[in-house]
């Protein structure tokens, strides 16, 4: 079993503006060189974008095609995923898109998501948001975790989302005067119902996710910061309280309804629900430092690498952006050692300090400013 | 490019239609230009004919023509004391083809969707309530909606509105396709399928 991405080629991609951007990739490390602005973090948002589990890919395609001076951009990849060769071919227009893997047409890249590489990405500016941003940031991070270990997890997120659309739509109809109160309470049950169903899913499986996984994360932790004695923890922080079946959760919807229709919207339920990162009983979004910030980002990012390993039985591609200007030297060094022994990694930096501990034949310099 | 008017005007009739787009439109209208006259007119008739002639079933809201009641329910051989409820007229020639189902049908036209603006008031459910009041033989209502977050909505909206009014109200079961293979099948459906077992007997 195992998973590599063997080339690239970009065209209209970003800064990679025409035809002739085509990379080969060494199997274990590969380091992305040159100065700022030259299209590094470029290199590694493609590779993202053709794989799942990067991080801001709900936002990529506004942002993609607001910078492309051309109306279109094409991505090929080659790869290996579990000792298959795949193609795959995406060309995305302003109204059109063409995803072709393995000659086969999908209509979008989530419909072939099984077949995509998966990839975790570590950018020193960005994943701190995971640990500092919304609890939406914590949500998406266990979400794309689960995503991977638990197909059954994957549906019932899509479902409960769905059913959460509708329902807010439903509530939207009292707000906008078209539906009175009596109508809706009527036609809310349903989704209720939906909602609750799925939700209890959701609910237990990131229970259990945090009562079996947050001793890993702890150790992580202070792997990664060696030299602290920072006592770190990590609680689920249901929005739904002292509830775990379905009843349970039906009836938290129901007893929301008051509120709910007032404004609109589906206040309560797994959708709300945070994860508690702590340091020292304080919660480290408010009370830690940004080098502990980053610390337990970056503990975070190697539990779900540690977990994504072990179910698939590979390791996912792992692209890390420009860590060596974020990370002191005891933290990169302790990042090396989470790293993967029989993975391919993706390394973007200003200028190549001490490559630590790698033998020359297990790397290769990709220097942009060369090109 | 411009083409003359009446062929201009005839793509753009063609577009209309859902997965149609500019190339394929372009082509039927070509394809059509070089057909026999008489093939023309026996097309635009079946179009306006079906058009004028065909209505819904004011029972089960089947497609009908001559004004009556469908074929199904006019039919002496249908068990008129089961009613099997689906989504669109699409889904009765697909359960007709299987030749299981005798009873009778009641079409919704559409699932419940807020998201698209179409609530129990937009679809044939106070029509259903009607017909249920009117003809007290009949007995079991089936539901055959498709397991999507909207036909699960609507299963569950018209299991709480017909409970007090039906004895027996049943759904489709889920599971493995006749002729799959169980290596071949998706995760989904098999954990489905294990939900859904039953006991050999």
Redesign the interface.
């Known amino acids: 079993m195992s998973l590599f991405l063997n080339s690239i080629s970009l065209l209209n991609f970003r800064n990679y503006l025409g035809a002739g951007n085509s990379f080969n990739f060494h199997k274990k490390f590969v380091f992305i060189i040159g100065p700022n602005a030259i299209g590094k973090t470029n290199l590694l948002e493609a590779i993202q974008y053709i794989s799942f589990g990067g991080e801001g890919n709900k936002e990529r395609e506004k942002i993609l095609s607001k910078n492309a001076e051309q109306n279109f951009f094409s991505i090929e990849a080659n790869y290996e995923l579990e000792s298959r060769d795949c193609t795959l071919e995406c060309s995305i227009g302003e109204t059109k898109k063409n995803i072709k893997l393995n000659g086969v047409n999908y209509r979008s890249l989530s419909q072939c998501i099984d077949n995509l590489p998966k990839v975790i990405t570590f950018k020193s500016k960005e994943s701190i948001e995971i640990v500092r941003g919304s609890p939406q940031k914590r949500r998406e991070w266990v979400d794309t975790t689960l995503t991977v270990l638990d197909?059954?997890y994957a549906?019932a997120l899509k479902?409960y989302n769905?059913?959460l659309?509708?329902?807010n739509?439903?509530l939207?109809?009292f707000i906008q005067q078209k539906?009175s109160k009596q109508?809706i309470l009527h036609?809310i049950?349903?989704?209720d119902?939906?909602l609750s169903k799925y939700g209890v899913y959701l609910q237990n499986s990131r229970k259990q996710f945090v009562e079996k996984h947050s001793a890993q994360y702890i150790s992580n932790y202070q792997i990664i910061a060696s030299d602290s004695e920072d006592k770190p923890s990590m609680n689920y922080q249901p929005s739904f309280y002292g509830c775990s079946d379905e009843m349970g959760l039906l009836r938290q919807f129901q007893e929301g309804h008051h509120i709910d229709l007032i404004r609109g919207i589906t206040n309560k339920g797994p959708h709300r629900d945070d994860f508690l990162l702590t340091l020292d009983d304080q919660e480290i979004r408010h009370f830690a430092s940004q080098g502990q910030q980053r610390t337990s980002s970056l503990a975070l990012k190697m539990l779900q690498l540690q977990l994504w390993q072990e179910q698939l039985g590979y390791s996912p591609l792992l692209l890390l952006d420009d860590v060596a200007a974020e990370l002191d030297l005891s933290r990169q060094k302790a990042l090396f050692s989470f790293l993967p022994t029989n993975g391919q990694v993706f390394i973007t930096t200003t200028h190549l300090v001490n490559l630590p501990l790698i033998s020359k034949e297990d790397y290769q310099i990709i220097n942009l400013n060369k090109m | 490019m411009d083409y003359v008017l009446p062929l201009t005007e005839l793509i753009e009739q063609f577009r209309k239609l859902p997965g149609i787009g500019a190339k394929s439109a372009q082509r039927l209208a070509f394809q059509m230009l070089s057909w026999d006259k008489k093939e023309i007119e026996k097309f635009a008739n079946s179009l306006l004919k079906a058009s004028n002639d065909i209505h819904y079933c004011p029972e089960c809201f089947n497609f009908s023509t001559g004004g009556g009641v469908c074929n199904i329910c006019s039919s002496s051989k249908r068990d008129k004391s089961t009613v099997c409820i689906i989504a669109s007229v699409r889904e009765l020639a697909t359960i007709e083809r299987t030749h299981e189902f005798k009873g009778l049908y009641h079409v919704l036209h559409g699932l419940i969707s807020p998201m698209d603006g179409i609530g129990p008031d937009n679809l044939k459910i106070k029509e259903l309530l009607n017909r249920l009041s009117r003809h007290s033989e009949i007995n079991e209502v089936i539901l055959a909606l498709s397991p999507s977050t909207e036909g699960e909505a609507t299963t569950l909206y018209l299991t709480r509105l017909l409970k007090p009014l039906i004895k027996k109200i049943t759904r489709l079961s889920f599971g493995l396709s006749v002729g799959s293979d169980i290596e071949q099948t998706d995760e989904l459906t098999l954990a489905k399928a294990f939900e859904g077992r039953r006991e050999c007997i």
Do not use: F, G, Y
């Open positions: 197909l059954k549906n479902r769905k059913a659309e509708q329902r739509s439903l939207k109809t539906k109508t036609e049950d349903p989704w119902i939906e």
